[in-house]
Every structure is written in structure tokens, then in C-alpha cells.
T-cell receptor, first 113, second 111 residues
Framework: DAMVIQNPRYQVTQFGKPVTLSCSQT?????MYWYQQKSSQAPKLLFH???????NEADTPDNFQSRRPNTSFCFLDIRSPGLGDAAMYLC????????????FGPGTRLTVT | GENVEQHPSTLSVQEGDSAVIKCTYS??????FPWYKQELGKRPQLIID?????GEKKDQRIAVTLNKTAKHFSLHITETQPEDSAVYFC??????????FGTGTRLTVIP
């Protein structure tokens, strides 16, 4: 009965080699988020989709892109990963804005070699 | 933008004692304040939340208090157990699909 699923759970990529992380949800929530969490730090919001509307945080590097082909799926594309992009990437969903709980996926741990 | 500060960064308590974690926020428009628990290598999970029209909320051993005037809110865990050991994050939101996290508190409950 997993609600927010992330694949893969662990991803190793080479410096500069594009990588895509996947998130899917069974909750039919209209908002999906991508967070980056580095070791011993708080999750940092990269961007979110409200339905099909994409909202980028001001300090999210251009290297990070996202796609949401339908309600259930959302992808995080890192065009040219650097060593500093190694982190846990968390996907979350919520029913809407205005203070609804965000449900987090288990995360994808990205290693850049 | 919103700035959430959280203290302490680490907290050790004896089993059965209480633990208190405090957060402050900067944006007076924030109206939703969740607390997440994250065990090592696992996803953050909501443990309790409070909205700005409420001053206190309790759920069994966990309670949260909110002081809108002072812009601070606190998590209280009573009768702590070893399984309460984790990193706890506070967060604040103005709605509009944002959630700003504090820096986290690593709680260790010593048996």
C-alpha cells in the first residue's frame, strides 16, 4: 500500500552524466514536490508542480529540471551532475496548498563518482 | 522568504523524561506548522501539526504549542522511549505550496 514510490532507491552516476529520478503516487494528490536533502541537513525544496503548473524555487540551479507527464508521475532530471549534487532526493505529494500534510517517498540516494 | 530556526541541534534525554524542541519563524503570514520525524535512512513522517488559529494541540505523548505573537512553536514529547530517537524537523508554511524546514534536532533517548 505504498503511497509515494521512488525509483531507484539508490543511483550512482558519473560526473556530468545525465540522470533521471522517478516518483509516482497512488494518492491522486494534485501537488508534487522535489526536495534535496544533504547529510545532516533539512530537506530543501527544489520545485513543485501544482497540477501541471511548474514552480521553481529561486535558488534551484538550472542543472535541475522536472517533468510531470500525468497526475501520478513526476521526474527529476539532473542534466550534468556534479559532486555537490550527491544527496538524498525526496519526492512528496499533498492534496493541495493551504496547509495540507505532505507525504514523502522513501527517497533516492544519488552518488556522483 | 521564510526563515525557520530550530534549537537545540542535538538533545539527549533519559528514557521516561520529557524532550522539548523549539522553533522560531520569521514570516507572520505563516499559518501551518508541521513537525516531521525522520529515522536514519527513512522518509520524513508527519507526527503532529498545528494551524495558526490554534494555540496548542496534543496527541498522546506528543504536544505542540504555538505563540503567534512571538512567532515561535515548540514540540513536547513526554515519557520518552528509545524508539523516539530520530531527527525531528519543524516547518512553517504560508500555504501556496511551500514548506520551510528548520535545521533539525537529533534526539537520543538513553535507555
Amino acid at each position: 500500500d505504498a503511497m509515494v514510490i521512488q525509483n531507484p532507491r539508490y543511483q550512482v552516476t558519473q560526473f556530468g552524466k545525465p540522470v533521471t529520478l522517478s516518483c509516482s503516487q497512488t494518492l491522486n494528490h494534485n501537488v508534487m514536490y522535489w526536495y534535496q536533502q544533504k547529510s545532516s541537513q533539512a530537506p530543501k525544496l527544489l520545485f513543485h508542480y501544482y497540477d501541471k503548473d511548474f514552480n521553481n524555487e529561486a535558488d534551484t540551479p538550472d542543472n535541475f529540471q522536472s517533468r510531470r507527464p500525468n497526475t501520478s508521475f513526476c521526474f527529476l532530471d539532473i542534466r550534468s551532475p556534479g559532486l555537490g549534487d550527491a544527496a538524498m532526493y525526496l519526492c512528496a505529494t499533498s492534496r493541495s496548498s493551504q496547509g495540507y500534510e505532505q507525504y514523502f517517498g522513501p527517497g533516492t540516494r544519488l552518488t556522483v563518482t | 522568504g521564510e526563515n525557520v530556526e530550530q534549537h537545540p541541534s542535538t538533545l539527549s534525554v533519559q528514557e521516561g523524561d520529557s524532550a522539548v524542541i523549539k522553533c522560531t519563524y520569521s514570516d507572520s503570514a505563516s499559518n501551518y506548522f508541521p513537525w516531521y520525524k525522520q529515522e536514519l535512512g527513512k522518509r520524513p513522517q508527519l507526527i503532529i501539526d498545528i494551524r495558526s488559529n490554534v494555540g496548542e494541540k496534543k496527541d498522546q505523548r506528543i504536544a505542540v504549542t504555538l505563540n503567534k505573537t512571538a512567532k515561535h512553536f515548540s514540540l513536547h514529547i513526554t515519557e520518552t522511549q528509545p524508539e523516539d530517537s530520530a531527527v525531528y524537523f519543524c516547518a512553517a508554511s504560508t500555504g501556496a505550496n511551500n514548506l520551510f524546514f528548520g535545521t533539525g534536532t537529533r534526539l537520543t533517548v538513553i535507555p
